[in-house]
């Protein structure tokens, strides 16, 4: 997910500093802390990779309180994240032969700027491309560096790249993101569906994808995908970044239903925390203008520095002090991840809560208060190896059981 | 110009110790070392890239009589050499689609390099773009990396990929390597002219690297396309490492017919090492055997290690006591180089040396011994502001006409 157009205001609207409700102790906070940091602990949906291509970035520095940064080194450590699927990432245009071009240039940067992360922190960050490479990064005191892409659109103009971003360390990879595109349909299209579930070629890319081993990742795209990937996969699919539609009823989220065959087929789905998908804030009109005016001021969000994150954050305050609404809050997010424990179970379940995408909600702002979820897991009676599972072992079981399938393809 | 075939064993014949003919004082050496560092210079191809996809390259570390590297960051400070054009250099094989789209993401990887190892070293090395970067990134205390392409293989599969290449730095192109491909005839393939030029796709590709404001690199392709290139390109072209066929008659050498016409044209020629188009080696059929048997013994060029290379050198060095060769020496390098200065002066003469793709000759091993063409040009009675253009100014000013060309056209 990514903080642009109508979506952008949503998902703007969550700086303000109402305390959350569930609150942790210090001993519990101390023993989520200790328990991750023994654990291999993954997001599985990092749109960090887009401050890379911010000059004034720095994955070194801590950057609290700035609406462009949610992760960073510092606070990686802090939170006792380990490391994730750091996202090739691209916005959806005109679907012209020209913007398909630029799809596949900025696709091949933004894979680029991940590889020239990678080589300026030798130290700190190592690509990983097997589940193996997880636990071997983090006994080496590295964070953990797979490469996923969001939205498929950079391969339309040529599908034949998946090859060189396969061998570039893709291992897991979306069909379609706001919009429908080319390969698939969007849950959130609002022309509705345009293929009902995958084109023709995007059947072939999953298929192409699967030959690879690459991880077929369902989010954004529509319960239609969701139905012919679940029928046509051999291996389980996951979803990157989603929540449950029976708490909040919006389409980028899963029905039980689906949830249950989802789990049954093997898959996972990772806990979304972007607010506007995970309540409905109740914005006024009067708040959205105010909002895109503030907006506007700061021009194209891809474009914006680092630095522009603090003020607008601190606008963003000022907005809700004038035009008030409804903060997603950590409560909420629990709510969702509660109820598809309870549904599916712990082995069908992670975390991929979109930061630096538009994710985060009141009482877990960044990466750092990732200890509130193991300690509220804790608390709620699982055990550590189901923990275990949930910040980690869930997601690398779905690439390992992707990676076999292939190496026993004909190639 | 790359180290494979048998053009690999020409090249890899000049380990031994014999000392050329022309020498210097410490004070000439030390004169010439105090003006480069004063002027810009540049060598116009670099194969170094080649070893940043070498584990066990490190650029920070001097690799003295190491066959696999004669440039690295120690070595450039010693010989006062500032940068160049760093070369996204792809071999040529069968000509199939699967081939080309080998190729395409091996272009794609090996930019990724090129620019991991900017990201890696921000201090040490910064991309340049434009003319006037380079004296700005000297200025800044580092060295300068442009970012060229030899042989333009890797665009087979989708010329369209030229646009990432521009936004990725690319500022010049060479067409063909050793082989005919689908854009131009090389100048020594064995089957002789496939499209007695330039192709019509190589046309297109021409025109439109030319509108991007690319410099055209003829090095490498043959006589014909250098005739269509001249004919048809409205602004300068470069020959980034060749030599001067009337010295030796070779066929990626340029005859003195073609070098008036380049100078005419406003256009410059870079002189190579490459001993193998330098001079006739007198190799035995009995030596390219045992050449053919010791390169056997190391697999594939650009999968060694670089601590293959110094075991290399020994064994070549062996070779020689065996089986003596003419190993080409700076005085030969300087024959060339006087004969182009002579023939059409020093306002279209530059450095381009091959360096880490076979250049190299007895006498000047690697780009620590620069300085000595510097001391031989002052012998000479170059001015400073000649050896100023030799170093950099002329290769600068051919890449500001084509930048201003491409400015002046329609988008």
């Not at 609290?64 to 994730?84: I, W």
């Not at 922190?121 to 190592?126: I, W």
């Amino acid at each position: 997910m990514k903080l642009r157009g109508l979506s952008l205001f949503v998902a703007l609207s969550l700086a303000a500093g109402q305390a959350a409700a569930v609150e942790f102790t210090q001993a519990e906070l101390a023993r989520a802390t200790a328990l991750q940091k023994k654990l291999v602990t993954l997001d599985s949906h990092l749109d960090t990779p887009a401050n890379f291509e911010r000059a004034d970035f720095d994955i070194l520095a801590a950057h609290p309180d700035n609406k462009l940064s949610q992760v960073d080194y510092p606070r990686m450590v802090a939170g006792a994240l380990d490391g994730g699927f750091w996202a090739v990432y691209t916005g959806q245009t005109d679907r012209s032969a020209k913007a398909h071009l630029e799809d596949r240039d900025d696709g091949l940067q933004r894979l680029s700027v991940i590889h020239q992360l990678l080589a300026a922190h030798p130290d700190k960050f190592e690509e990983a491309t097997t589940p193996a490479d997880a636990a071997r990064i983090k006994g080496e005191g590295k964070r953990i560096v797979y490469i996923s892409m969001e939205n498929a659109s950079p391969l339309v103009a040529d599908p034949s790249l998946l090859s060189f971003y396969y061998k570039q360390g893709l291992r897991l990879m979306s069909t379609a993101h706001f919009l429908n595109n080319e390969f698939a349909d969007s849950a959130t299209d609002p022309k509705g569906p345009e293929w009902h579930g995958l084109s023709p070629a995007g059947k072939q890319l999953v298929q192409d994808a699967q030959k690879l081993g690459i991880v077929i990742d369902q989010s954004h795209a529509s319960d239609e995908v969701f139905d012919q990937l679940i029928a046509m996969s051999p291996v389980p699919i996951l979803l990157s970044h989603s929540g449950a539609r029976a708490v909040h009823d919006h389409p980028r989220n899963i029905d039980d239903a689906r949830l249950k065959v989802l789990a049954k087929h093997g898959g996972v789905i990772q806990m979304n925390s972007y607010s506007g998908y995970l309540i409905d804030n109740g914005a006024s009109a009067e708040r959205k203008t105010a909002e895109g005016a503030l907006m506007g001021k700061y021009g194209d969000w891809e474009h914006m520095k680092v630095a522009d994150g603090a003020q607008l954050t601190a606008d963003l305050k000022a907005l809700d002090a004038k035009y008030p609404v409804k903060h997603a809050t950590l409560d909420d997010f629990l709510e969702h991840l509660e109820h598809t424990l309870k549904l599916i179970g712990p082995e069908h379940v992670g975390i991929g809560m979109d930061w630096d995408g538009g994710g985060g909600v009141e009482g877990m702002e960044d990466v750092s208060d990732l200890p509130k979820i193991t300690a509220w897991l804790l608390r709620k009676g699982y055990t550590e190896k189901q923990i275990a599972g949930i910040w980690g072992g869930n997601v690398l079981r779905v690439m390992q059981q992707a990676q076999d399938w292939a190496a026993k393809q004909p190639k």
